[in-house]
């Protein structure tokens, strides 16, 4: 079927249920897509349009030079594309909601007829973009300005590296939204698959000087001088794709999850050669690769699994790995693997999964939790017994595309597969790490907050990384020069556009590595390692560096307050904070009473928020034990959930940062952030909504609060207690409940008000 049938096909479904009117109106009556036969179709998206209403919903960030229905080679400034594609676009001309909306079949079938409507030859495409082009392929999304390279106007958005998130149910595509969905309606604790779209495009090298890609947090200077790989035609089946050649894209996919093996590599007496079966390499049941189907031309579709993580079996039997004394190894009851810093400022080398989960002990067949232990650490510590090992549905490889007919053409070089992660679930699936990591280093921060003090680490992107994909991956097709892999990038060369006009951020997980999590220390989604034994060779992304299995891993993020606050949830107010965290930074972005189970039943964790109980007189504050919660049982039992942390925006994100940050000044005498944060638990923090003592707090102090209020309790912790063990249950610990206050405070207001335990009435504090 030729490219303007199917548009056709599309537009003749699509014209009865509002589209037919709002694309007259977008062009004053100029564009009617309800044509009779796809040549006359053809004719009318060529036709020039004149101005474009760029006041309707959705087409406020259209191209401002867009003037046709479908320009060639150009799909931002393709009216019928942008209307397809954007998530904005949703309504009417009347303002209703549209009563149907495009496929992802629909909108590709747009998309390749905007690169097919008028050919090129291929002569010409290399020719245009110096002499060398490339067969590349990208992970890509159609996009609202502010989310875009340069955020000059809605457009195609690429990465060289695709982000698959692995999941518990099958995938669910939201048409609103033009994009998935994590949540699963019907199953609180399940975690929807979010698949990866690619495709393959004829690419030139472009430096950085001349180059649309997305800045990191502070920039970087050597990127004017890098090479990033700049889609300039979309490869498609047929004849309409390049003048004269009939192409057909083969495609074909790899992915590995080698964290087992990298585990016993990692131990001192390591059999030589490593084992290479399963489970310890796991090549088969992580992710399909997609054809042609309802996810579009290619997608990488992870497997559903049953569970995100799984006791490790062979033949019926459990795999074990044996724990080794280790001092090590008690501070977070977890076997630590050895990893190396290069250089003070840059990424640690994890060469073997940093963390391993240690906690089950295996004897005589028989499973033995060791969270039972009133002292776990010391016993992972003190090492001498097999521990299980777990297997979670991570993993990572590559997308290639091979054209048969373009293979030996002059002006080609090698093609260039696509780097792809399969990785764990984004628990903040509505905040994305850009718009953090841009407000991290913006003036939008009150001044005594700013340099650190919010958190110890930058939340960088993925997308900021300057490395190669891994290199070390079996058969690896990965070029070592190329460390803008997972960078951001748009169509054409770089200028300096007018400012767009705003447009909202759609609710949909992203699959490009902007909203991803940078490495440190080792990351979420990527971490790194390097090439040489010596560790002389070239540092790389790879996703074996992280915890094995990943949950061992999530706990730590999240006990750190929040390195990567778009996919780590704070738990500081959940577990007793001074049993097991390093680099204490208290409570940064903290989650509400119902998000972690103290008001309602469902913990993002699987872990109670903290409760006062009263004992011989005394209140105390009960909560769990760091050292003895285990998130990888919890996975295992599927317990985590994200029904209410996936309602969590960027932007009510940093309204809780800076709420917190506000709390715990106040708490300081409005004296420094840092080391107050550590003494203070807060207790208990919830939207004031509807709280009907805000009215009263606020006649009480003379001020009336603006911007969204939160109520926060807080209690004091002091500089290093530990508290004590619940009788005959250590996973719970018990604080001494000591000067208690309430406070309401916003991000918008720098004051608050405040009642200690002392006071019969609120006063205001004045902010920083």
């Known amino acids: 079927m030729a490219l303007i049938d199917e548009v056709h096909a599309a537009c003749t479904r699509l014209a009865p249920f509002g589209w037919r009117d709002l694309l007259l109106a977008a062009t004053g009556g100029k564009l009617d897509i309800l044509q009779p036969t796809p040549a006359a179709l ?15 919903t959705g087409f406020e960030d259209f191209h401002l030079t867009g003037d ?119 199953n609180a604790h399940a975690f929807r698959v979010i698949p990866a779209r690619f495709t393959a495009w004829l690419a030139a090298p472009v430096r950085g000087s001349r180059a649309r890609y997305m800045r990191g947090l502070d920039g970087d200077a050597g990127d004017t001088s890098r090479i990033f790989w700049i889609p300039v035609h ?40 490593l084992p290479s079966g399963f489970p310890f390499v796991v090549t088969d049941g992580l992710a399909e690769l997609v054809e042609d189907s309802e996810f579009g031309g290619i997608a990488v579709v992870p497997v559903v699994q049953k569970a995100l993580v799984v006791p490790a079996m062979l033949n019926g039997a459990p795999v074990t790995y044996p724990v080794l004394a280790r001092a090590n190894n008690k501070r977070f009851a977890t076997y630590e693997t050895p990893f190396v810093n290069l250089s003070p400022t840059g990424p640690e080398i994890h060469r073997f999964p940093a963390y391993v989960h240690a906690r089950t002990k295996v004897e005589n067949g028989a499973f033995i939790d060791l969270n039972n232990e009133q002292d776990v650490g010391a016993e992972v510590a003190k090492g001498g017994y097999n521990a299980l090992l777990y297997r979670d549905m991570t993993g990572e490889g590559w997308v290639s595309v091979d054209v048969p007919a373009l293979a030996g053409l002059p002006g080609l070089a090698t093609s260039r597969p696509a780097y792809c992660l399969l990785s764990a679930p984004d628990l903040f699936p509505s905040c994305g790490q850009r718009e953090l990591s841009r407000w991290a280093g913006s003036q939008d921060i009150p001044g005594p907050f700013r340099n650190g003090q919010l958190w110890g680490v930058p939340p960088r992107a993925l997308s900021d990384s300057r490395l190669p994909a891994n290199l070390q991956l079996p058969g690896s097709p990965f070029d070592p020069a190329e460390d803008t892999i997972a960078a951001v990038v748009g169509m054409g060369a770089a200028g300096s556009p007018p400012p767009a006009a705003r447009a909202f951020d759609p609710v949909r997980a992203s699959i490009l590595p902007d909203d991803a999590a940078g490495v440190f220390a080792p990351g979420w989604d990527a971490s790194v390692d390097i090439l040489g034994p010596d560790r002389t060779g070239t540092p790389h992304l790879a996703a074996y560096g992280l915890g094995s299995p990943f949950p061992e891993d999530a706990k730590l993020c999240a006990a750190l307050s929040s390195f990567w606050p778009a996919v780590s949830p704070d738990v500081y107010r959940t577990m007793s904070p001074h049993t097991g965290n390093v680099a204490l930074r208290g409570t940064v972005a903290p989650l509400t009473d119902a998000e972690i189970g103290q008001d309602g039943t469902l913990p993002w964790d699987g872990v109670r928020g903290p409760r006062v109980v009263r004992d011989n007189g005394q209140d105390f504050v009960e909560m769990a034990s760091f050292a003895h919660v285990d998130y990888v ?13 996936s309602r969590v925006t960027a932007e009510e994100y940093k309204r809780r940062v800076l709420t917190a940050a506000r709390v715990h000044w106040v708490l300081s005498g409005g004296v420094d952030v840092w080391p107050t944060r550590t003494e203070w638990l807060l207790l208990s923090f919830t939207h004031a909504t509807g709280d009907k003592e805000l009215q009263k707090a606020q006649q009480q102090a003379g001020h009336v609060i603006f911007g969204d209020v939160y109520r926060v309790e807080a209690c004091f912790l002091g500089p290093a207690a530990s508290g004590t ?17 309430l406070i309401y405070a916003s991000a918008q207001d720098p004051s608050a008000l405040r009642r200690s335990e002392n006071d019969l009435e609120f006063a205001r504090v004045p902010g920083e």
């Open 68 to 186: 046709r229905g479908i320009v060639p080679g150009v799909p931002a400034r393709s009216l019928l594309y942008h209307a397809f594609a954007s998530p904005n676009v949703v309504r009417g001309a009347d303002g209703m909601l549209l009563a149907a909306l495009p496929t992802v079949v629909e909108i590709e079938a747009v998309e390749n007829l905007v690169f097919g409507i008028a050919p090129p030859k291929l002569a010409s495409l290399v020719k245009a973009n110096g002499g060398t082009l490339a067969i590349a392929v990208f992970a890509i999304e159609y996009r609202p300005a502010p989310d875009c390279a340069d955020g000059a106007n809605a457009d195609l958005t690429f990465s060289r590296t695709g982000i698959a998130r692995v999941g518990t149910a099958r995938p669910r595509y939201l048409p609103a939204a033009r994009g998935y969905w994590p949540e699963d309606e019907n």
């Open 725 to 741: 063990a619940v009788p005959g249950n250590p996973r719970l610990r018990r604080l001494p409940l000591l000067r208690r206050n």
């Open 633 to 645: 049982q919890n996975a295992e039992q599927n317990r985590f959930s994200i029904r209410l942390t």
């Open 234 to 273: 979309k490869l498609f089946d047929g004849k309409e794709c390049l003048n004269g050649l009939d192409l057909n894209l083969e495609a074909a996919a790899r992915f590995f999850n080698i964290k087992l093996q990298r585990v016993i590599a990692s131990l001192p007496d390591a059999p030589t050669p």
């Open 42 to 56: 053809n004719a009318a998206l060529q036709a020039p349009l004149g101005p474009i209403t760029r006041s309707l």
